[in-house]
């Protein structure tokens, strides 16, 4: 009995710690956050949504044929306006002739409005959440005329971690993805683990890593391209996650850790430099 209640204690704690820094970055987020949609269109029909998701999209008035489409993913407590607003994608698309699809978490799904990407059952290949976002990208293609060979996920925090979910569970459907201070697939299976994961990071291999992305799908390249940021300082994942997220994608790609390693800053998983965003 000792040991499960350390265990419960130890879950308590960090979801206290999880729920006091959420509340304080909600808080200061707020400041100049829309307070209706506005530019975005919700879209109802986009197929039989098992994980519950609202889809929400943006294609510029003055689009380019055949446009690229940007997956963009909320972090935890945000909605797809909220996000659109700090991020500023929709004005990019304006800018580029890009459609932007947002994918929204309902509060009746997980109470913080965070995409649930510990549980298997929502990142797995063709279930959950994972399938409704592959739904909204079929819906979204077929309306505007989405160049299919240019489809990219991008998310924050935890919308980042799901990002990595899609680019884990449907590598054949994008391009490429940045993984912005989210955490990598398959790296929690249940609530405990997902917290333990954000405050301490895992301890595996870059091949334990990149074989639960080869396991995933009988996917087999060429994969896509990945985009890592993370600040240093960010007291709510560990930016370890992201030396992780590195690793399993060097893996994956074949790349020689020395040249993607070589120097302070964030990489793309082809070993090419990125500057640091803090």
């Known amino acids: 009995m ?4 350390d265990t419960l204690a130890n ?14 970055a909600a808080k200061r987020g707020r400041a100049g956050a829309p307070i209706a949609p506005g530019r975005l269109r919700e879209v109802a ?3 039989d949504n098992p994980g519950g998701l609202r889809m929400l999209t943006y294609a510029p008035p003055k689009s380019t ?16 306006a909220v ?17 932007v699809l947002f994918p929204e978490q309902q509060r ?56 990595a979910g899609m680019l884990g569970a449907y590598p054949d459907l994008f391009a490429g993805g940045a993984i912005i201070a989210g955490l990598p697939y398959g790296s929690a299976t249940n609530v405990q683990e997902a917290f333990e994961s954000m405050a301490n990071g895992r301890d595996r291999s870059a091949r334990a890593w990149s074989d639960l992305v080869r396991k995933a799908s009988d996917y087999r390249g060429p994969w896509p391209r990945i985009s890592l940021w993370h600040g240093s300082s960010d007291a709510i994942v560990n930016p370890r996650n992201m030396e ?3 690793k399993r994608w060097i893996d994956v790609h074949g790349c020689p850790c020395s040249s993607a390693l070589r120097s302070k800053g964030t990489h793309d998983a082809s070993g090419a430099r990125k500057p640091t965003m803090m």
Request: net charge neutral.
């Open 2 to 5: 000792k040991g499960l209640k």
């Open 11 to 24: 879950l308590s704690r960090l979801r206290d710690r999880f729920e006091r820094l959420l509340s304080s």
């Open 45 to 47: 029909d986009f197929g």
């Open 65 to 80: 044929e055949a446009p690229a489409l940007v997956v963009a993913l909320h972090g935890c407590s945000q909605t797809a």
């Open 83 to 99: 996000y659109d607003h700090g991020s500023g994608w929709s004005t990019l698309a304006d800018s580029y002739g890009f459609a």
């Open 108 to 163: 009746s799904n997980n109470p913080n409005n965070c995409f649930n990407w510990f549980l298997p059952s929502d990142t797995r290949r063709d279930h959950g959440e994972a399938l409704s976002i592959r739904q909204m990208i079929e819906r979204m293609s077929r309306d505007h005329g989405i160049d299919r060979r240019q489809v990219f996920v991008v998310g924050l925090s935890v919308g980042g971690a799901m990002a």
């Open 244 to 246: 992780d997220a590195l």
